[in-house]
């Protein structure tokens, strides 16, 4: 049965576990570059209804660290852990705005982890009286979701949307080379404190 065809949008507006799963099932059918930024929109939809340090970073270190760091080619691929799902996701656009986006994303995860770090050297009384001060702000993701979205020209959005309500969508392949790493990526996405997230990820087949 052909799966119903919808935009980036859409995609990224499902609330439910069982239309994740569904939604990441599909995209997981275009490779790891489509079911990455599918599972993107879903960390970050959880981040927004719990906000906290420890998601906040995942999604910066996991998805968007390596857009604010100089350009290292991999030659051979021996330093990663081949049971580590790479969810880094493609840059949400060229040019200085593009650029802007990210730098002020890296100095904000600077500032949570400085935060973090504080919170440390509180003892439990401080820790508890001041936490609410210290919960990031829910929209700091806002700006490139919105940006990564609107991109046309090279986003694998364009492809999901063009294909995805043929029923020859894609090799089983794929999907099955996803399979074999999600264990470990559940694991990771689970004790950073998406359990949504996770719980959609079960589903996914």
């Not at 859409?10 to 990455?36: C, R, V």
């Not at 600077?110 to 009286?129: D, H, K, P, T, Y």
């Not at 979701?145 to 392949?173: C, F, P, T, Y």
């Amino acid at each position: 049965m052909p799966f119903a065809k919808k935009t980036r949008r859409e995609y990224a507006a499902a609330t439910s576990i069982a239309d994740q799963g569904i939604n990441l099932s599909l995209a997981a059918k275009f490779g790891q570059n489509g079911f990455t930024h599918m599972l993107f929109l879903y960390l970050l939809r959880e981040y927004r209804s719990n906000p906290t340090k420890t998601k906040a970073i995942f999604i910066w270190k996991r998805c968007l660290k390596h857009l604010g760091e100089p350009y290292q080619p991999v030659l051979d691929g021996s330093d990663r852990d081949p049971r580590v799902m790479d969810i880094e996701i493609d840059e949400c656009g060229t040019g200085n705005e593009a650029v802007a986006i990210v730098a002020t994303l890296k100095a904000t995860i600077q500032l949570i982890e400085q935060s973090r770090a504080a919170a440390v050297q509180m003892n439990r009384f401080s820790r508890v009286w001041s936490s609410a001060s210290r919960v990031p702000n829910l929209t700091i993701f806002d700006a490139f979701e919105e940006a990564m979205l609107a991109r046309g020209q090279g986003s694998v959005w364009k492809e999901i949307e063009g294909e995805v309500h043929n029923d020859k969508v894609r090799a089983q392949e794929a999907t099955d080379s996803i399979l074999r790493l999600l264990p470990r990526l559940r694991t990771d996405i689970k004790e950073a404190g998406f359990v949504k997230v996770d719980l959609a990820l079960a589903a996914v087949k």
